[in-house]
């Protein structure tokens, strides 16, 4: 059974710092990996993803994948209070459609002003 | 611009009752997607619809069924509600042929049965 974990938190930053979370995954076959941000009682939404090995940055997010150790993480530089949300991994193995798309349960930030 | 419209945003039911879950999209979006979400355990696929006329189960389909009404159009039904499905139900769409990662995501309909 495909497995995503993420360590549910809270994680407490200050305000400016840099908020690092993690995600690792079961599955060696998985392509694709996503980082959603879902604010208290709000849906979620995509922030980020990547494919390849190493990093990517946007803006304030740079997500790391590393295959080889099945993990991928998300820092986010600066964090705001605004950046206080429930972060999401989602992981595709690339194998047909929906099916095999899976999320993590999330970990939870507050970044403390 | 809605976007992805989801309705009802909040419903209570008896167990054994029926209801329809509705969701529409404005984007042109082929995919669509209904997954729940309950607490430590993410967001798990129910259905999900890779074009018009087509749907597939997915994590967690028992107790449930949907139907791609059009391409704007992708409703779940739940046909003897049970307490075990009270949960948050969100519908997403999107419009990556390949990955078919959720991109746009609804409201969500905040279910509980008594």
């Known amino acids: 059974q495909k497995e995503v974990e993420q360590n549910s938190g809270p994680l407490s930053v200050p305000e400016g710092a840099i908020a690092s979370l993690n995600c690792t995954y079961s599955?060696?076959?998985?392509?694709?990996f996503f980082w959603y941000r879902q604010y208290s009682g709000k849906s979620p939404e995509l922030i980020m993803f990547?494919?390849?090995?190493g990093d990517k940055e946007d803006g304030r997010f740079t997500a790391q994948l590393n295959k080889a150790s099945q993990y991928v993480s998300l820092l986010i530089r600066d964090s705001q209070p605004s950046d206080s949300a429930t972060y999401l991994c989602?992981?595709?193995?690339?194998?047909?459609?929906?099916?095999?798309?899976?999320f993590g349960p999330g970990t939870r930030l507050s970044v403390l002003p | 611009n809605a976007g992805v419209t989801q309705t009802p945003k909040f419903q209570v039911l008896k167990t054994g009752q029926s209801m329809t879950l509705q969701c529409a999209q404005d984007?042109?979006?082929?995919?669509m997607y209904w997954y729940r979400q309950d607490p430590g355990m993410g967001l798990r696929l129910i259905y999900y619809?890779?074009?018009?006329?087509?749907?597939d189960k997915g994590e967690v389909p028992n107790g449930y069924n949907v139907s791609r009404l059009n391409k704007r159009e992708f409703s779940l039904r739940l046909e003897s509600a049970a307490p075990s499905q009270t949960s948050v139900y969100f519908c997403?769409?999107?419009?990556?042929?390949?990955?078919?990662?959720?991109?746009?995501f609804g409201d969500g309909t905040r279910l509980s049965i008594l």
């Open positions: 997403a769409s999107s419009d990556r042929q390949g990955l078919h990662q959720p991109q746009h």
């Open positions: 599955d060696r076959g998985s392509q694709s």
């Open positions: 990547i494919y390849s090995n």
């Open positions: 989602a992981v595709n193995n690339g194998d047909n459609y929906g099916q095999n798309f899976v």
């Open positions: 984007m042109n979006h082929n995919s």
């Open positions: 619809s890779a074009s018009e006329g087509t749907t």
